[in-house]
């Protein structure tokens, strides 16, 4: 990129400004763009390549075919190869029928592809030692992000929307970029992409978000809501930072054992704590040996804090999403994620059940539901 116009340019230096800030990368790191062709990712392998001297770091592509869209998918992977030999670039290349992923793990598309990019992503990072996996998320898309969890219910994590940074592997440097910026800034440079054509398709909900929602908030209430959002994204974010602190400190007091995927918890020091933190150190717990938090949901947490709370339930326990199950033995609060599937394990325990994420039992029955 030769003879950046001024817009160009200054793109280039906002995209930095926000490496350097959230500390992205180091000199020596080796960073792998996830690319699919569209203009985020390429803007983004656009940048890091004129940036990748300056910045002393080495950078390659990653591109997962997912057999959505038929010719058109392979002509996104060819424009990817295309571009990667232009630049000089090393590319790889997968491809994974998530289609036939989602059935056979019983997810949406979305999330069964969502699942597969990560662990494509990882993996190559991994096998080809890269230290920091880059990604095109950008303003808007935090933006709509933070829309949807609010339409559907969500707490402090939600309302902070996509992270700079997350698990210290994965960066996004357009996070601070509007889409708008980001299709001139290509325009600028004379760069082609590729347009999905599911982006205008509004039975999901992220498009009807984007395409519906956000116009009638701007002509019907504040014509700068996009700001206020990000404002109201950029002030929860460090305080639920703040928050997950104080909680893995609660966490660590909290805990008398640590197994292969168990951890116990002294109840009477999770009880202690007042209701909101006491929520935190469990959602940590969990974390910590689920690994992810997809499928719990607050009345999960909930639940285990009221299990927590009952006496006289010393060797009964309650099964959640992902093979977990909570035991209670007297004064301890054991998390397991079991090897076996949960109702393979035999009817000797009391349990509570859940099935797509609700109890299956009659809610009336269990007193820790209000």
């Known amino acids: 990129m030769t003879g950046l116009s001024s817009f160009a ?70 424009f990817v190869r295309e571009f990667a030999r232009a630049h000089n670039l090393d590319l790889v290349v997968e491809t994974k029928n998530v289609a036939e992923l989602s059935k056979k793990q019983r997810l949406c598309v979305e999330e069964a592809g969502r699942n597969a990019r990560y ?8 096998e080809k030692g890269f230290q920091r996996v880059a990604l095109g998320h950008n303003r808007d898309d935090n933006i709509e ?23 210290e592997k994965f960066i996004r440097p357009l996070i601070r970029m509007p889409r708008a910026d980001i299709l001139a800034f290509l325009n600028e440079i004379h760069q082609a992409y590729r347009v999905d054509g599911s982006n205008e398709d509004t039975s999901y909900l992220r498009n009807r978000i984007r395409h519906c929602l956000i116009p009638f908030l701007e002509k019907e209430f504040n014509p700068d809501i996009k700001a206020g959002l990000e404002r109201l994204s950029g002030i929860i974010g460090p305080e639920d930072d703040f928050l997950d602190r104080m909680a893995r400190t609660a ?46 949901s607050n009345t999960h947490i909930r639940d285990i804090l009221c299990f927590a709370g009952k006496k006289g339930d010393s060797g009964k326990s309650l099964d959640l999403p992902g093979q977990l199950r909570v035991y209670r033995y007297r004064n301890i609060l054991r998390i397991k994620k079991e090897e076996t599937a949960l109702r393979t394990l035999g009817r000797h325990l009391k349990t509570r059940r859940y099935q797509n994420g609700q109890p ?4 009336a029955a269990d007193p820790c539901i209000k």
């Open 9 to 78: 340019s200054k793109f280039k230096d906002q995209v930095l400004d926000t490496i350097r800030e959230h500390g992205m990368v180091s000199p020596g790191h080796s960073v792998l763009i996830g690319i699919s062709g569209g203009p985020d990712s390429i803007a983004l392998a656009q940048v890091l390549t004129s940036l990748k001297k300056s910045l002393d770091i080495r950078i390659g592509l990653a591109h997962l075919n997912h057999m959505l869209r038929g010719s058109h998918a392979l002509a996104d992977e060819a």
């Open 119 to 126: 662990e494509f992503f990882t993996r190559i990072a991994c």
């Open 145 to 167: 992000q933070v829309l949807m969890n609010l339409v559907r219910g969500t707490g402090p994590l939600g309302l902070r929307g996509i992270p700079p940074v997350r698990q």
């Open 251 to 296: 966490l660590d007091k909290a805990t008398t054992g640590r197994e292969k995927n168990q951890i116990d918890l002294s109840i009477p020091t999770i009880t202690e704590l007042d209701r909101a933190l006491g929520a935190r150190v469990i959602r940590a717990a969990l974390l910590s040996i689920k690994q992810n938090l997809r499928r719990i």
């Open 360 to 363: 299956d039992e009659n809610p």
